[in-house]
């Protein structure tokens, strides 16, 4: 359980080094093939990837719905940390985009050649955590953390 009630922590080690798990993180056409629970189908990806930039996945549900993710980047510390909040307007909560808004703390810590990525999610309030709940927050994050770690494992990403 995490120390602050209102703040979500999930955590998966990948078997890639930590440059290659950055580069998944911080490289557009990397993180359009992966980001959100729905797949790699995703009709836009845009990451202007430096602290107040934002990033912008327009996602397509399985129903052929578009679900937008979308977040201003507040904190870049190279290759350990990247800190996003996600857009107070957003009507979704999908990672970025959540109202109200919500700080996600993404770190990653090199183990060997492993790298252990940690989500951390801290909500205004236990309210706020309740209603992304509600709207499946913990479980798309589950879901893309672990269709994620299988398409490291398959291969699917490469480094310049």
């Known amino acids: ?29 990397h993180l359009r093939q992966w980001w959100g629970p729905f797949g790699p189908e995703h009709t836009s990806c845009e990451l202007d ?3 107040g930039g934002e990033f912008s996945v327009m996602m397509k549900a399985r129903d052929g719905a578009t679900i937008p993710a979308r977040a201003e ?7 350990e940390r990247i800190v ?10 999908c990672g970025a985009g959540l109202p109200p808004k919500a700080r996600v703390t993404v770190l990653f810590e090199a183990i060997q050649q492993k790298t252990r990525l940690t989500v951390e ?5 236990m309210g706020a955590l309740e209603a992304a709940n509600a709207a499946g927050y913990t479980d ?3 879901m893309t953390l672990n269709e994620l ?7 699917a990403f490469k480094t310049n």
């Open 1 to 29: 359980m995490p120390l602050i009630p209102n703040e979500l922590i999930m955590s998966r080690v990948y078997d890639a080094p930590r440059p290659l798990v950055w580069s998944v993180w911080t490289d557009p056409k």
């Open 49 to 51: 990837f430096r602290v």
């Open 73 to 79: 980047i507040l904190e870049i510390l190279e290759p």
């Open 84 to 93: 996003y909040e996600g857009a107070a307007d957003a009507p979704t909560a």
């Open 121 to 125: 999610t801290l909500f205004p309030d």
């Open 140 to 142: 798309g994050w589950n």
């Open 149 to 155: 770690g299988e398409r490291i494992k398959g291969g």
